[in-house]
């Protein structure tokens, strides 16, 4: 139905990932959303490397949402954090903190807090980037025309133009453009929860590809994701959340859905 087997959907012949630590966490401690006194993920810490697919995986309610949202500024209240880029401690204290220093989110809610359902997709591939698109205080709209031009061709979005309103589009192109948007400010590190969240076979494995094109440009990604084959067919390492903490660090051959769910059973 998608011209491809399922079994080809995910990329192979994979670079492996540099041993150089971009990104470390130290000591996260996250609140519980819902729960007073108590938080959702407690003292953990881990790295990421230089062009690595970092999978978190975990039940429902485990904090991978959590640990990203706190880690990128979106949560600060209670927070607990060191973070370090290219072995530097930064302070994060609000999204706009985490995109200065070259972090990217396309969040789980594509709908609620990925796009601006009423704009077009140029308007929404360039929401991020604004800043560098000045011409005497207005926006220059002939290169913002062309910037979104380059990703909206990249990542091959299916729409009649740019000037579509993004709520037209399929589920999987309106998930090109919440990744698009990242793209244009060239990200050190992004992370993607829940990558292909309601969009076709088809869709998520054009979403495989662009995510390991961009690791082998150097990109590093952290991925939350509740499907499993997704988690253990994409990612080059597994962090598994349970109990408020990582039970369960998985690479190679290791990586299997079995062993994923062995971790997120661990109980304290």
Same mark, same amino acid.
């Given at each position: 139905?998608?011209?491809?087997?399922? +079994?080809?959907?995910?990329?192979?012949?994979?670079?492996?990932?540099?041993?150089?630590?971009?990104?470390?966490?130290?000591?996260?401690?996250?609140?519980?959303?819902?729960?007073?006194?108590?938080?959702?993920?407690?003292?953990?810490?881990?790295?990421?490397?230089?062009?690595?697919?970092?999978?978190?995986?975990?039940?429902?309610?485990?904090?991978?949402?959590?640990?990203?949202?706190?880690?990128?500024?979106?949560?600060?209240?209670?927070?607990?954090?060191?973070?370090?880029?290219?072995?530097?401690?930064?302070?994060?204290?609000?999204?706009?903190?985490?995109?200065?220093?070259?972090?990217?989110?396309?969040?789980?809610?594509?709908?609620?807090?990925?796009?601006?359902?009423?704009?077009?997709?140029?308007?929404?591939?360039?929401?991020?980037?604004?800043?560098?698109?000045?011409?005497?205080?207005?926006?220059?709209?002939?290169?913002?025309?062309?910037?979104? /031009?380059?990703?909206?061709?990249?990542?091959?979005?299916?729409?009649?133009?740019?000037?579509?309103?993004?709520?037209?589009?399929?589920?999987?192109? /309106?998930?090109?453009?919440?990744?698009?948007?990242?793209?244009?400010?060239?990200?050190?590190?992004?992370?993607?929860? +829940?990558?292909?969240?309601? !969009?076709?076979?088809?869709?998520?494995?054009?979403?495989?590809?662009?995510?390991?094109?961009?690791?082998?440009?150097?990109?590093?990604?952290?991925?939350?994701?509740?499907?499993?084959?997704?988690?253990?067919?994409?990612?080059?390492?597994?962090?598994?959340?349970?109990? /408020?903490? !990582?039970?369960? +660090?998985?690479?190679?051959?290791?990586?299997?859905?079995?062993?994923?769910?062995?971790?997120?059973?661990?109980?304290?």
């Amino acid at each position: 139905m998608v011209g491809r087997k399922i +079994e080809n959907m995910y990329p192979t012949d994979v670079k492996k990932p540099s041993d150089e630590v971009v990104l470390k966490v130290e000591g996260l401690s996250v609140p519980h959303p819902t729960i007073k006194g108590r938080n959702i993920v407690e003292d953990i810490s881990f790295e990421l490397h230089r062009g690595e697919i970092l999978g978190l995986g975990g039940l429902v309610g485990a904090g991978r949402s959590e640990t990203l949202g706190a880690i990128f500024g979106q949560y600060t209240k209670n927070v607990k954090k060191k973070v370090y880029i290219e072995g530097k401690e930064v302070s994060i204290h609000k999204p706009s903190d985490a995109i200065d220093l070259g972090i990217g989110f396309v969040t789980e809610e594509r709908k609620k807090s990925g796009y601006v359902w009423l704009l077009s997709v140029m308007k929404n591939l360039t929401l991020v980037c604004l800043k560098h698109l000045p011409k005497r205080f207005i926006i220059d709209v002939k290169n913002e025309r062309s910037k979104a /031009q380059v990703v909206f061709d990249r990542l091959k979005i299916k729409a009649p133009s740019l000037d579509t309103r993004v709520n037209n589009l399929s589920g999987g192109n /309106q998930q090109k453009v919440v990744l698009g948007k990242w793209l244009l400010l060239n990200p050190k590190i992004l992370f993607i929860d +829940e990558p292909t969240k309601g !969009i076709d076979v088809g869709a998520k494995a054009e979403i495989y590809l662009i995510m390991r094109e961009l690791t082998e440009a150097g990109v590093s990604i952290i991925m939350a994701s509740s499907d499993l084959p997704e988690l253990v067919s994409i990612s080059d390492r597994v962090l598994v959340i349970s109990n /408020q903490k !990582i039970t369960g +660090e998985l690479t190679g051959d290791d990586i299997t859905q079995e062993n994923v769910m062995k971790a997120a059973f661990i109980k304290k």
